[in-house]
């Protein structure tokens, strides 16, 4: 029972990732690039998180699904798996999301112009 909520993480995190294969937005687009942003992402995201918990603002919860493994005190193994796919989640969207906009006025601007119709 203990490994529900970080195998539900891995599973979200390879779903987002068959995303990202089919439609080539950000790991299959530019593999480099796309690391760096996950490791600059991650490493942003933890030291928010360490400097809430120094702070005591962020406290771990005792939850049944989780695997109670530590790596740090109030930092729990499920912690940078879930930071990871926050990045990964949030990357594909924009990627995906700036090229429907592009679509659209690509589309938009070739039916303004005529573009696409042949007597």
Do not use: K, Q
């Not at 529900?4 to 089919?22: K, V």
């Not at 530590?70 to 930092?75: D, G, K, S, V, W």
């Not at 990357?91 to 039916?111: D, E, K, P, Q, W």
């Amino acid at each position: 029972m203990g490994m529900i909520y970080l195998a539900l993480l891995l599973g979200a995190s390879g779903c987002m990732l068959l995303l990202d294969w089919r439609y080539r937005l950000f790991f299959w687009r530019d593999p480099l690039a796309a690391a760096i942003v996950m490791v600059v992402g991650l490493a942003f995201f933890l030291t928010w998180d360490v400097a809430g918990i120094a702070l005591g603002i962020f406290l771990r919860g005792d939850g049944p699904a989780a695997t109670g493994i530590l790596l740090a005190p109030h930092l729990p193994i499920e912690e940078p798996v879930f930071l990871l796919f926050l990045v990964l989640c949030t990357m594909v969207l924009y990627t995906g999301s700036v090229r429907l906009i592009a679509r659209r006025r690509t589309a938009s601007a070739t039916a303004r112009t005529g573009g696409g119709e042949r007597p």
